[in-house]
């Protein structure tokens, strides 16, 4: 069975830093793309940042261009999110997300099939 397990978030004032990890697990072999989605209160689920597993090809939001860092880690099946500078409108719930297979939907919450429980993340300014 496939698991996605989020860890890292918290409460941090604005201008701090804090590192989410995703750790995949109930596969042996790679994911295609690995992404990260936020999802605020009141607000759809919206993209953030992902990952082509193999080729290590990243792609943004506009909104944390700059700022955060999305990463991967073979070894341990785990993929990360370096947030910087954080900001109060980055507060939310932040889930990660994955699929087997490429696609061209990796900004969409539709182009994935396997979702974490999400992590809290709550700036304040």
């Known amino acids: 069975q496939v698991q996605l397990v989020e860890s890292g978030g918290g409460l941090v004032q604005a201008g701090d830093s804090l590192r989410l990890s995703c750790v995949a697990s109930g596969r042996t072999f790679s994911w295609s793309t690995m992404g990260w989605f936020r999802q605020a209160p009141g607000k759809e689920r919206e993209f953030v940042a992902a990952?082509?597993?193999?080729?290590?090809?990243?792609y943004y939001a506009d909104s944390v261009k700059g700022r955060f860092t999305i990463s991967r880690d073979n070894a341990k099946n785990t993929m990360y999110l370096q947030m910087n500078s954080l900001k109060a409108e980055d507060t939310a719930v932040y889930y990660c997300?994955?699929?087997?297979?490429?696609?061209?939907?990796?900004?969409?919450?539709?182009?994935?099939?396997?979702w974490g429980q999400g992590t809290q993340v709550t700036v304040s300014s």
């Open positions: 990952l082509r597993w193999s080729a290590g090809s990243t």
């Open positions: 997300a994955a699929r087997i297979r490429l696609s061209d939907r990796l900004y969409y919450t539709d182009g994935y099939p396997y």
